[in-house]
DNA sequence: CCCATTATGTTATAACATAACAAACGCCAA
DNA sequence: TTGGCGTTTGTTATGTTATAACATAATGGG
């Protein structure tokens, strides 16, 4: 019974390319960008992420229908994001404090996964955008 | 310029689909649900969903890809859910605290919405599935 | 070597969402 | 009153996201 123990060719070529790049992309985008290597389908895309996600090595931010390396050294299967709606960028964060007092008022709820997504304007799109010539 | 200041016939049968059922519906289970009036295509389902969350009347789940009547009295635009992965239903609740936690740590992000979905068991489906014969 | 299992490739289709255009409706100014 | 405009609604088509279903190849233990 030899359950999948190591990433296959496309699950890195997946994982190098949402590496490489630092903002989250949707699977299509995704099939496009690996047009050179055996991936071809869609499918091929999507079995590759479920293993990354499977292993946090990728995430999911449910409100843009993509997917983001991890980029801490711990990985966490519920990572916080900041979205930035401008640049599309996003922050993770491990949201721990929040979800404690989550956790207090869950009344017997049992958690398994939590997706926590704020969306705003960054930084430097703030700059970028509000001031005047 | 008059801009839409009341709900249509289709608006309000979308609503009040979704405040009798208590739990959330995908849109196309919406349309299915009101066959019996003049709503036959996606389009329309859509367009009344964008108004009732305009007005916060309803709310999309992001892990769901649905919607659910919100059930609280005064309505906020950016709700946290408690979702049953077993049942399905959702609980609604306010962010407050949680959200005040993360605009500390947002350094300079300005947040215009968040999400905060936690999937999991709730106690009636812990009580069903988890207790032996 | 042979078979079972896992992995990969391929095609098709399901599920979710919006674009684009047409028809009807309401309102108010000429 | 009517004619034009903005809004709403109806309809068809299409775009986007995700999975099902089946075929083929690779792998590893007996």
Redesign the pocket.
Known sequence: ???????????KAVLALLSARQVPM????ILQALSG???????????????LLERDLVH?VES????VACNHATHTSSPGFFVCKSCKSVTEFDPVDEVSLLTDRASGFKIERYSVELTGTCVVCQGQSGAPS
Chains 1, 2 share one sequence.
Do not use: C, H, W
Not at 4 to 10: A, F, V
Not at 26 to 29: E, S, T
Not at 37 to 51: C, D, G, H, M, N
């Open positions: 019974m030899t359950k999948k123990q190591t990433l296959g060719e496309n699950d949707a699977a299509y985008d290597t055996p991936i071809r389908a869609a499918s091929q895309v999507y079995r590759a992420l479920e293993k999911r843009l229908n993509a997917f």
